[in-house]
């Protein structure tokens, strides 16, 4: 019997909803593999912030350390700056464990009626990545208040940075499709992304020599949304900087049905540090408290963990049992049903056994 322990950070708003639903389902399908979850519960986030005016203890980082991987459910709270609670708490982690790979996979599930035209099923990833790029704390503010006033921000690109994530979408679309797709924007934004797309090319020819079904596209950014609406089944995995990651995939997921649905996992490679699941979406605090959100982002993203942490069939079962409840109908309200959160847990546990 292999055992894993996993951090868990359910944090605000809905994640306090669909981390419980989640671990009942991952804990309902490892009890039919060799494999066992010890969850070790963490209570820090918004409610946290306001104790203690932090959104983890100064040794937060190192206490994650200790685990196999890190479950998330999401932070954010209307009444504290996102500037505190996301770079409090999840940002921190992304980059002290390297988790340089934000992997979103977005495809077609039974039963639901897509938003937009579906001729073909959807089968795509979105490699995301997650340490650089456009999210520097590199910037300022001056001449605050007055007519002068300007703000400064710094996107930085490392030749590392960018050589890592083509890399392991290059070797992810090797074991799909074969079929890469690079956003980039360098007719507009001539620095550094002329220089993500070079090291891109470098890094797909490399793979290519030993793949040679591997094809790259470099698809600029604007037109690249206007193709995931029209043609989405054209796409097998989408490398993208950080800003145009997180973009893209929140339209990816989107076009699939609802951000509810999306997973995600922020990982690291090379395993040096714990991964971190979590789904896309935030802490919804619109419909938190009442009971109604869908866990299909928080249990797909626990596939996502019990994959990487080599049990593919128990994972694989996990889908299935979810996907079954759609095709059965059972359906939260974003995705036009009438089930609550519990009915669906309910309809998932039932498919598991
Ligand atoms: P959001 O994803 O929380 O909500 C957007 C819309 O989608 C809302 O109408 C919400 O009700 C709906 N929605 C989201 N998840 C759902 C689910 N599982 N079931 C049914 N409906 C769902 O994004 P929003 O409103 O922009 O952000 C709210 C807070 O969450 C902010 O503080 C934001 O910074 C934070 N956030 C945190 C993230 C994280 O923890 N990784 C990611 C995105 C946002
Ligand atoms: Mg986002």
């Not at 977005?106 to 938003?115: I, K």
């Not at 605090?285 to 249990?299: E, L, M, V």
Request: glycine share 10%; charged share 20%.
């Amino acid at each position: 019997m292999t055992s894993a322990s996993i951090a868990v950070v359910a944090g605000d708003g809905i994640g306090q909803e669909v981390m419980p639903a989640a671990i009942r389902c991952v804990d309902a399908v490892t009890a039919h593999y060799d494999v066992s979850l010890d969850w070790r519960e963490y209570d820090w986030g918004s409610d946290f912030y306001r104790r203690t005016g932090a959104m983890m203890p100064v040794d937060g980082i190192d206490q994650l350390s200790k685990h196999d991987a890190i479950f998330l459910g999401a932070v954010g709270t209307p009444d504290i700056p996102d500037t505190e609670t996301l770079w409090g708490l999840l940002i921190p982690i992304r980059r002290e464990f390297q988790q340089y790979v934000n992997l979103r996979p977005a495809r077609t599930l039974p039963g639901l009626t897509p938003v937009l035209r579906a001729d073909q099923p959807i089968d795509m990833v979105i490699v995301r990545e997650n340490n650089e790029g456009e999210y520097s704390e590199i910037g300022g503010r001056y001449a605050r208040g007055t007519e002068a006033e300007a703000a400064i921000q710094e996107a930085v690109f490392t030749r590392t940075g960018i050589t890592r994530v083509a890399r392991f979408a290059a070797d992810l679309a090797v074991t799909r499709r074969g079929s890469l797709t690079s956003a980039t924007k360098s007719n507009g934004i001539v620095h550094t992304m002329p220089f993500w797309d070079e090291v891109v090319a470098g890094v797909v020819d490399e793979v290519a020599a030993d793949h040679p079904g591997l094809t790259l596209r470099n698809v600029l950014v604007d037109a690249l949304a206007a193709a995931l609406v029209l043609r989405p089944w054209d796409f097998d995995v989408i490398v993208a900087s950080n800003l145009l990651g997180d973009i893209l995939s929140d339209l990816a997921s989107a076009i699939t049905g609802s951000i509810g649905v999306a997973p995600s996992a922020n990982l690291n490679p090379p395993r040096r540090y714990p991964s971190m699941f979590e789904p896309v979406h935030g802490s919804a605090p619109d419909i938190a408290g009442q009971g109604i959100a869908n866990p299909i982002g928080q249990i797909w993203s626990g596939a996502l963990m019990l994959d990487h942490l080599g049990q593919p069939r128990a994972a694989a079962h996990l889908v299935a049992a979810f996907e079954q409840a759609l095709a059965d109908g059972v359906r939260t309200r974003d995705l036009g049903g009438t089930a609550g959160t519990e009915e669906f847990v309910t309809a998932v546990l039932a498919n598991i056994d």
